[in-house]
T-cell receptor
C-alpha cells in the first residue's frame, strides 16, 4: 500500500517568513495530492491540491510543487501570518480512493 | 460547514462496551471514508465505502466494522472497547468516481473517550 512520510513534524517561523513542508510517497500510481489544514479541535479542511499531470500550483500565499520522478511534493506558505498556525497534513491518493495521510506538521507562526 | 454530518459529537463509554458512530455524507457523494486520529497523531485510514460496498481497507481492527446503507449514510461500529481506542473519529466523503476531480470533505468528528 501507499506510505506517505511528512517532514518536519513541527515548524516554528516568524511572522512574514516562509514555511515549507515536504512529503514523500511510495506508490508511483498515486495521482492526487491534497493538503489539509487542521486548526485545534476542528476538522481537516482542504487548502490546496495538485494532480499528477501538474508540476506546480499556486493560490495566493500558498503553493504546492510535485516531483513525480522523485515521488515527493511540498507545500510552500509565503508571508506567514499567525492565523496560519495549525497542523498541516499532506495526502496521496490513487484516483481519489483511499486517501493516505502524512503524520502532520504543526506550524507555529510567531507574531 | 462541509456538508458532512457526524453524530454524536462526543461519546464517553466504558471499556468492553460497543458504540456506533454515524456519518451522513454530502449530498451526491458516493464515497465515505473513516479515519481515526489519536491525541497528537495523524489521520489513520480505517476503511472506505463506495455506493454501499467496501472499496478499501486500512489499519482497521477486527473489533471495528463499518457499513454504508442504501441512503449512503455510514456507520462505524466499535466493539470490546479499550482505553487505547479513545480518539477523534473522522468521516469524510467525496463523489468518489475516480474520473472526476473531487476532494474529500471532512465532518466535524466524533470524540470517543473510553474510561
Amino acid at each position: 500500500g501507499e506510505n506517505v512520510e511528512q517532514h518536519p513534524s513541527t515548524l516554528s517561523v516568524q511572522e512574514g517568513d516562509s514555511a515549507v513542508i515536504k512529503c514523500t510517497y511510495s506508490d508511483s500510481a498515486s495521482n492526487y495530492f491534497p493538503w489539509y489544514k487542521q486548526e485545534l479541535g476542528k476538522r481537516p479542511q482542504l487548502i490546496i491540491d495538485i494532480r499528477s499531470n501538474v508540476g506546480e500550483k499556486k493560490d495566493q500565499r500558498i503553493a504546492v510543487t510535485l516531483n513525480k520522478t522523485a515521488k515527493h511534493f511540498s507545500l510552500h506558505i509565503t508571508e506567514t501570518q499567525p492565523e496560519d498556525s495549525a497542523v498541516y497534513f499532506c495526502a496521496a491518493s490513487r484516483s481519489f480512493n483511499k486517501f493516505y495521510f502524512g503524520s502532520g506538521t504543526k506550524l507555529n507562526v510567531k507574531p | 460547514d462541509s456538508g458532512v454530518t457526524q453524530t454524536p459529537k462526543h461519546l464517553i463509554t466504558a471499556t468492553g462496551q460497543r458504540v456506533t458512530l454515524r456519518c451522513s455524507p454530502r449530498s451526491g457523494d458516493l464515497s465515505v471514508y473513516w479515519y481515526q486520529q489519536s491525541l497528537d497523531q495523524g489521520l489513520q485510514f480505517l476503511i472506505q465505502y463506495y455506493n454501499g460496498e467496501e472499496r478499501a481497507k486500512g489499519n482497521i481492527l477486527e473489533r471495528f466494522s463499518a457499513q454504508q446503507f442504501p441512503d449512503l449514510h455510514s456507520e462505524l461500529n466499535l466493539s470490546s472497547l479499550e482505553l487505547g481506542d479513545s480518539a477523534l473519529y473522522f468521516c469524510a466523503s467525496s463523489w468518489g468516481q475516480g474520473i472526476r476531480d473531487t476532494e474529500a470533505f471532512f465532518g466535524q468528528g466524533t470524540r470517543l473517550t473510553v474510561v
